[in-house]
């Protein structure tokens, strides 16, 4: 059990660090990235990873 405590908190802080190197420092409900469940931090990433990919699909080559 405190195997997967531990990888939970791992996986916590990658999305943050991830989140933050793309600016968000909340989540969208205005939430700190640290005081939310992994899950909602999947979903922030999931949010962020969606609109880049989405903006690249409008560039012209």
Do not use: C, W
Not at 18 to 23: A, C, E, M
Not at 36 to 52: R, S, Y
């Amino acid at each position: 059990m405190a195997n997967l405590m531990k990888m939970v908190e791992a996986q916590k802080t990658l999305l943050i660090e991830q989140l933050l190197s793309h600016g968000v420092y909340k989540t969208s409900d205005q939430r700190h990235l640290y005081d939310v469940p992994l899950n909602t931090l999947e979903k922030e990433f999931a949010q962020i990873q969606n609109k880049l990919h989405s903006s690249t699909k409008n560039i012209v080559t």
